[in-house]
């Protein structure tokens, strides 16, 4: 009964879906371009993502459910409402529609979002000469510890940028014994949250001497001359415990401590490694050959794909299919390159080397 009910549950999505029409059990798969694929800016998707990912993603029941029963947390990625499996970066890339507030480009279709991400990793791999699974995720999925977020990042900004300014010394030289400088940061306009106030201590930037008043005699008291020691050598009393003359010493003043911005991402980068080379029998660091040099994909890419996928949106992946005709897609325009190619050549040596007199 579970195949039945499973049969049932698609078909019934897929009737519900906008923009399928014809019998479920017709396999033909209608033009992109047919499709009205818009991309919705409030919510951030392409119109069609939904009888999308009904053909191109698995697992089928999880995506199945997502689309009939309006089940999109915790399984839907926000990638795959812009049928972006790979969450490819704005390119100019073919079938692109829009891009997001980050720069993920909403696709018409899976396959566009297919094209690019193989071209995009021919690139990665010809081009720029990653040939391994880190060098590849590194630039792929770059770190974000280079910038500053949170209240975190804002403090550091306040002592870095505000503490060396003019005002904030003249504050400095009017505070009281033990006091500190107050700064308050305002929310800007548009609505967005925070506002955030900070204490920082102003200590003196050059150590403070005794320095001795111009008139003698008029400024200070003088001190008081030592007693002449005597002639006669004297016992000394031993030295004090080291203990005692460190109890009367100032305590060091305590390391605060800050926090960083973000956490290091190199093990989210090996992890993201470790799962692409998974089965291929090769390490992060190793070549993963998938292309040959004149650009044609090898046995690898679909692998390497594959898992990018479901790196990219955890619960569901792309499925082999679509994987697949991406790359005969792609093994064909190698083709029709280079018979053009040849046929240039062709032309290049048919043409008459002299002049006709």
Same mark, same amino acid.
């Given at each position: ?6 049969? +049932? ?11 399928? =029409? ?25 119109? @069609? ?8 993603? %698995?697992?089928? !029941? ?11 947390? &915790? ?7 812009? @049928? ?21 480009? #909403? ?19 010809? /081009? ?21 977020? #949170? ?14 300014? $003019? ?36 200590? =003196? ?7 001795? =008043? ?12 030592? !007693? ?24 060091? +003043? *305590? ?11 190199? *093990?989210?980068?090996? @992890?993201?490694?470790?799962?692409? $080379? /998974? ?5 992060? =660091? ?10 044609? &994909? *090898? ?28 790359? %005969? ?20 040596? @048919?043409?008459?080397?002299?002049? /006709?007199?």
């Amino acid at each position: 009964m579970v195949p039945q009910t499973f049969y +049932a549950l698609v078909l019934a999505a897929r009737a519900l879906l906008p923009g399928d =029409s014809g019998s479920a059990s017709d396999t033909f798969r209608p033009d992109p371009q047919a499709v009205a694929a818009r991309y919705e800016p409030s919510s951030r998707e392409v119109t @069609n993502w939904r009888s999308e990912a009904m053909d191109a993603l %698995e697992p089928k !029941p999880v995506v199945a459910m997502a689309a009939l029963f309006r089940a999109e947390r &915790p399984f839907v990625a926000r990638c795959v409402k812009l @049928n972006n499996y790979w969450c490819i970066k704005s390119a100019r890339w073919n079938g692109e529609l829009a891009t997001d507030s980050e720069g993920h480009v #909403g696709f018409i279709s899976a396959d566009h979002s297919a094209d690019a991400a193989a071209t995009l990793l021919r690139r990665y791999y010809l /081009e720029f000469n990653r040939k391994s699974a880190l060098d590849i995720v590194r630039r792929w999925a770059p770190a974000e510890c280079n910038v500053a977020t #949170g209240i975190g990042g804002m403090a550091m900004l306040a002592v870095r940028g505000i503490g060396g300014t $003019v005002r904030a010394q003249y504050l400095a030289s009017r505070r009281q014994k033990g006091g500190a400088v107050r700064y308050t940061a305002k929310a800007g306009p548009g609505g967005k949250p925070g506002r955030v106030s900070m204490v920082i201590p102003m200590t =003196s930037k050059t150590p403070q001497y005794r320095v001795p =008043s111009i008139a003698a005699g008029m400024g200070e008291k003088p001190k008081p001359a030592k !007693p002449p020691e005597p002639l006669v050598a004297t016992r000394r009393k031993p030295a004090k415990e080291a203990a005692t003359i460190a109890s009367a010493a100032p305590k060091p +003043a *305590q390391k605060v401590q800050v926090a960083a911005a973000c956490p290091s991402e190199e *093990q989210r980068h090996r @992890n993201y490694a470790g799962r692409m $080379v /998974e089965g291929l029998g090769l390490g992060p =660091s190793d070549d993963l050959k998938l292309f040959a040099a004149d650009g044609t &994909p *090898q046995p690898n890419l679909t692998q390497v794909m594959l898992a990018m996928s479901a790196f990219e949106l955890g619960t569901l992946r792309a499925s082999p299919e679509l994987v697949e005709g991406a790359i %005969e897609r792609a093994i064909a325009k190698v083709q029709e390159n280079a018979q053009a190619a040849a046929q240039k050549a062709q032309a290049f040596r @048919n043409e008459p080397t002299g002049v /006709e007199r």
